[in-house]
Nanobody, 125 residues
Framework: QVQLVESGGGLVQSGGSLTVSCAAA??????????MGWFRQTPGKERALVAS???????TYADSVKGRFTIARDNAKNTVYLGMNSLKPEDTAVYYC?????????????????WGRGTQVTVSS
């Protein structure tokens, strides 16, 4: 069984910065994770990709966050971070961590995705 646990959300003023993190844990040892990243969702809208990073460092960003957000991974800790700068009220959302293709000592399903429970980020104007 795999769990993704997010932390670091909160309230910040417009123009401020915030970092959220997400750690993956499994019932047995995680060997690798193909992709880790972040989606966000606001009421009435679909969940949308914010940023993702492959195990070898390739990144993808939503156009709306390019130049302001930075994704990073610590593969040894199975953790992904999202650094958010120059935050805007429209960045307010629940941020969800996700992971794709988790390989453990006993299990690997390349197409299986996992989700965290989400962490609220609120940017006040």
């Amino acid at each position: 069984q795999v769990q993704l646990v997010e932390s670091g959300g909160g309230l910040v003023q417009s123009g401020g910065s915030l970092t959220v993190s997400c750690a993956a844990a499994a019932s047995d040892s995680i060997v690798s994770i193909n992709v880790m990243g972040w989606f966000r969702q606001t009421p009435g809208k679909e969940r949308a990709l914010v940023a993702s990073m492959t195990s070898d460092g390739a990144t993808t960003y939503a156009d709306s966050v390019k130049g302001r957000f930075t994704i990073a991974r610590d593969n040894a800790k199975n953790t992904v971070y999202l650094g958010m700068n120059s935050l805007k009220p429209e960045d307010t959302a629940v941020y969800y961590c996700y992971a794709l293709g988790i390989r453990t000592v006993t299990f690997y399903s390349p197409g299986h995705d996992y989700w965290g429970r989400g962490t609220q980020v609120t940017v006040s104007s």
